[in-house]
């Protein structure tokens, strides 16, 4: 039996997930929609990596979570590895792309830049405050013009001349849109400027002040849209790389890095039945009053965090008991 590894990469958009052998051949992979609910849609995720694997085949021992929810799902999983996303998006990057010096990545919701030497992230930057430059500003415009936003990249290839879009923040973007469509600019020609639009917000804030250096590889949801990638290729003047399984390269990163720790934990798809639930609590015993969040398996306070003291644990392990008690 072959030991693999599984790595989870949960966002506020989507969740990503890949079981990976030795070797980083791809298993089992699946990206869904995370819909506000992470452990809802691991759970959904777990059972699409589950229908793809031969558990007589292969036997996960390391399991490595990633995203925003990193924390919450790995204690659901039981990971063995934690890892903040720059992390996993670099490792999984360089694995592939030894040569890389520029990573860019656009999702639903965020965008960050990566600047890599020698293998190593050396600079980053992140943008969680405005939509203008993420996959969202383009899907609430694909609504708006009644294109399904999987048909955008395509549709600006056609495109002649890209309408120039006011898109510094997506109000603006959205009002002179309108104007646009009003005074007859064609769609094709809207949709082209739509992508540049992202491409050059994304570079004017992520980008603002760093020196983005080729080999450039792109990856995120975003990346799929040939037309935001031809853009990119235009405003910066340099071929730009696009990974077939770049909409999976977090999870491909915590599967790798699970690979490489130490830590070793059989992973069982059973968790797919258990019923789990967190709670926030205030401390509220000195003056840092810490949220600490407490996740339960079955009634059972698995983990809590977010506490900065020993009072902290003391309240989650009070929490606890209450908990029972209901």
């Given at each position: 039996m072959e030991d693999v590894f599984m790595g989870i990469d949960v966002g506020s958009i989507s969740t990503k997930g890949v079981i990976l052998t030795k070797d980083n051949q791809i298993v089992s992979s699946a990206y869904i929609w995370t819909e506000g609910n992470p452990i809802g849609a691991v759970k959904e995720l777990l059972h699409l990596l589950q229908q793809q694997f031969s558990p007589e085949k292969y036997r996960i021992v390391g399991t490595g979570t990633t995203g925003s929810a990193r924390q919450l799902v790995g204690t659901v999983v039981g990971a063995t590895v934690i890892k903040n996303e720059i992390t996993a998006h670099a490792v999984g990057t360089t694995t592939f792309h030894p040569d890389v010096r520029t990573i860019l990545e656009i999702g639903g919701q965020d965008s960050k830049i990566i600047l890599v030497e020698n293998g190593v992230a050396i600079d980053y930057a992140m943008n969680t405050l405005c939509a203008a430059g993420t996959g969202a500003f383009l899907s609430s415009q694909s609504n708006r013009l009644g294109i399904p936003v999987e048909e955008m990249g395509e549709i600006a290839l056609k495109s002649s001349h890209p309408t120039q879009i006011a898109a510094r923040c997506t109000v603006f973007a959205e009002s002179d849109l309108v104007h646009k469509i009003q005074v007859g600019h064609t769609k094709e020609d809207i949709v082209a400027g739509l992508c540049q639009a992202v491409v050059g917000n994304y570079l004017n804030n992520v980008g603002k002040g760093k020196k983005i250096v080729s080999?450039?590889?792109?990856?995120?949801?975003?990346?799929?849209?040939?037309?935001?990638?031809?853009?990119?290729?235009?405003?910066?003047?340099?071929?730009?790389?696009?990974?077939?399984?770049?909409?999976?390269?977090?999870?491909?990163?915590?599967?790798?890095?699970?690979?490489?720790?130490?830590?070793?934990?059989?992973?069982?798809?059973?968790?797919?039945?258990?019923?789990?639930?967190?709670?926030?609590?205030?401390?509220?015993?000195?003056?840092?009053?810490?949220e600490i969040i407490c996740v339960y398996r079955e009634g059972q306070m698995i983990d809590s965090w977010g506490n900065r003291c020993q009072r902290g644990e003391a309240a989650a392990r009070k929490a606890a008991e209450r908990f029972k008690e209901e």
């Open positions: 080999p450039v590889v792109f990856q995120g949801g975003v990346s799929k849209n040939i037309g935001v990638v031809k853009a990119f290729e235009h405003q910066l003047g340099c071929p730009v790389l696009v990974d077939d399984n770049g909409h999976l390269m977090g999870a491909i990163g915590a599967a790798i890095l699970a690979r490489r720790s130490k830590n070793r934990k059989e992973f069982s798809f059973d968790v797919e039945d258990m019923e789990f639930i967190t709670r926030e609590i205030n401390c509220g015993g000195c003056p840092n009053n810490c």
